[in-house]
């Protein structure tokens, strides 16, 4: 039998609630401040955590993961994406192009040793375009 609007909840369509958020603590506390002032609050619903928030005068909520380690990690990033100005509220984060993802960790000696390996590669550029293009004698 076809459900009218009224009994729908609205989690899709079942009968019922849904289940409630609990307060939650991960790396030993439930609130967990930035450097600039922003906090964070951690909770439960169900077996996932949850950040909320509020983040350049607005309010933001995401979903930190089922496991606690895993949670634990995401809420690490966020607390330092908040810090550095460079958070994204995951509503904003699904109308930009791109994806987000795991950016690689470059260090002071890998980015100097990508810019010799560019200069060897471009000195070789050079030479190879010598030899490919004919003398102008």
Do not use: N
Request: aromatic content about 4%; charged content about 30%.
């Amino acid at each position: 039998m076809p459900q009218g609007p009224c009994e729908r909840s609205k989690s899709g369509g079942r009968l019922g609630r849904r289940a409630k958020m609990i307060r939650a603590e991960l790396m030993g506390g439930h609130t967990h401040a930035t450097l600039d002032g922003a906090r964070v609050h951690v909770w439960r619903r169900g077996p996932k955590y949850l950040a909320r928030g509020r983040f350049q005068g607005r309010p933001f909520g995401e979903t930190l993961g089922a496991s606690e380690a895993e949670a634990a990690a995401r809420l690490r990033q966020v607390l330092a994406e908040i810090e550095g100005g460079s958070y994204i509220r995951p509503s904003e984060a699904a109308k930009r192009p791109l994806p987000r993802g795991q950016v690689p960790r470059c260090s002071t000696r890998l980015a100097a040793d990508l810019g010799h390996l560019r200069r060897i590669g471009d000195s070789c550029s050079v030479r190879m375009r010598s030899i490919r293009s004919p003398s102008r004698e």
